[in-house]
């Protein structure tokens, strides 16, 4: 065909052919990744304020350094250590039925003093008379009329809370540079901030503890562990700060070496 058509549609063709090759040329490039974020600057106030801990921790822990080593120059210290005293144990003579008890926690008792019996058998049956052993101050009373009790079972405890003291335990390592006499610096965990102050009366010769018998597994089975030992260190009050110090009371103890 020459005619018109023909040339007109050739020519659409043509125009088609060149769009579509204008197409495929002019296509945008594939997007590029967004640029990563910029690190925040630290403001000067944050590293002053970081600088200032760093210079107080190292300040706190240099003084702990001192005292450390002041303490341990001049003291011996523990914190293994009680209030303690004498204790006089009441226990029941005779299984049977408490009756009469005529005590209670703060009561005071004297030596051979009857302070309960113990019924055996029907109430016609012998009743024994429970006595206290020693002089002091009811500070347990485990005892109700009436209750059934074996022999020897603990009915109370009592202190003489005039003759209390404190009995610390050193590791043997420093009980070299405790010598009696010695003053000592006490601290009472109930009441901390008091003053109170001791002296050594009594280093006893036998240890806390000897041998574990439980070696490790690398060990000879044979052969018992030695483990640490403590030798129990006796301290009398020579200043209790007027507060009411009594036996259990958890202490500190500074004893001092010079």
Same mark, same amino acid.
């Given at each position: #065909?020459?005619?018109?058509?023909? !040339?007109? +549609? ?15 040329? !002019? ?21 002053? +304020? ?10 706190e822990a240099a003084a702990f350094a001192g005292t450390f ?26 299984? @049977?039925?408490?009756? &009469?008890? $005529?005590?209670?926690?703060?009561? $005071?008792? $004297? ?13 016609? @049956? ?26 020897? $079972? ?14 610390? &335990? ?27 102050? @001791? ?9 806390? +503890? ?31 700060? +007027?507060?009411?110090?009594?036996? @259990? #009371? ?9």
């Amino acid at each position: #065909m020459t005619g018109p058509d023909a !040339t007109s +549609g050739n020519g659409a063709q043509a125009e088609a052919e060149q769009e579509e090759q204008g197409s495929v040329l !002019t296509a945008p490039p594939p997007s590029a990744p967004p640029p990563a974020p910029a690190k925040k600057a630290v403001k000067r106030s944050t590293k002053i +304020g970081l600088a200032i801990v760093a210079v107080v921790s190292l300040l706190e822990a240099a003084a702990f350094a001192g005292t450390f080593f002041l303490y341990s120059d001049h003291y011996v210290s523990t914190d293994n250590a009680q209030v303690d005293g004498d204790k006089v144990d009441i226990n029941a003579p005779q299984a @049977g039925v408490l009756t &009469r008890w $005529t005590i209670q926690q703060g009561s $005071t008792v $004297t030596p051979n003093e009857v302070v309960g019996r113990i019924a055996v058998g029907d109430s016609n @049956g012998p009743q024994y008379p429970i006595k206290a052993p020693g002089h002091g101050t009811v500070a347990v009373d485990n005892a109700v009329n009436g209750q059934y009790v074996t022999a020897g $079972t603990e009915l109370a405890t009592a202190y003489d809370f005039n003759n209390i003291y404190v009995t610390a &335990r050193v590791a043997e390592t420093d009980i070299r540079d405790v010598h009696l006499g010695k003053p000592v610096d006490i601290s009472v965990d109930s009441f901390p901030g008091v003053p109170v102050t @001791g002296v050594v009366v009594e280093i006893q010769a036998s240890s806390a +503890g000897s041998f574990s018998f439980f070696p490790g597994p690398d060990t000879d089975p044979s052969n018992p562990q030695k483990v640490d030992q403590y030798i129990p260190v006796k301290i009398l009050f020579t200043n209790t700060g +007027g507060v009411a110090v009594t036996p @259990g #009371m958890s202490v500190t103890v500074h004893i001092h070496k010079q």
